[in-house]
């Protein structure tokens, strides 16, 4: 079993930034790709960038060139970089593990284990 604890998520100003973290317990991190997920009001979750064990990446077409998403094995921790943030960045994010750590799913189902959840507010 894994555990995952968000962090870092909070207000914030149309283009500024904001960082999410990640932490991994009952596992090593080396062993699980990783992935974000976002849930707006009235939507459902959506998929927002993964990362394989070998940091192969991919994103959602909404945010790419602003959000980088990244791994530590060493201190088994992911976090999610967030910038020129916009209005319709606000949502709850989730921080999500896959056991088939070689690929980058994109869908809820394919992640085994589920942070909390982050709640991220961008102003106009």
């Known amino acids: 079993q894994a555990r995952l604890v968000e962090s870092g998520g909070g207000s914030v100003q149309a283009g500024g930034s904001l960082r999410l973290s990640c932490a991994v317990s009952g596992r090593t991190l080396s062993s699980l790709a990783m992935g974000w997920f976002r849930r707006a009001p009235g939507k459902e979750r959506e998929f927002v960038a993964g990362v394989t064990w070998s940091n192969n990446t991919k994103y959602a077409e909404s945010v790419k060139g602003r959000f980088t998403i990244s791994r530590d094995n060493a201190k088994n921790t992911a976090a999610l970089e967030m910038n020129s943030l916009k209005p319709e960045d606000t949502a709850v994010y989730f921080c999500?593990?896959?056991?088939?750590?070689?690929?980058?799913?994109?869908?809820?189902?394919?992640?085994?284990?589920w942070g909390q959840g982050t709640q991220v507010t961008v102003s106009s």
């Open positions: 999500a593990a896959d056991t088939q750590n070689w690929r980058v799913a994109v869908t809820r189902g394919g992640y085994d284990y």
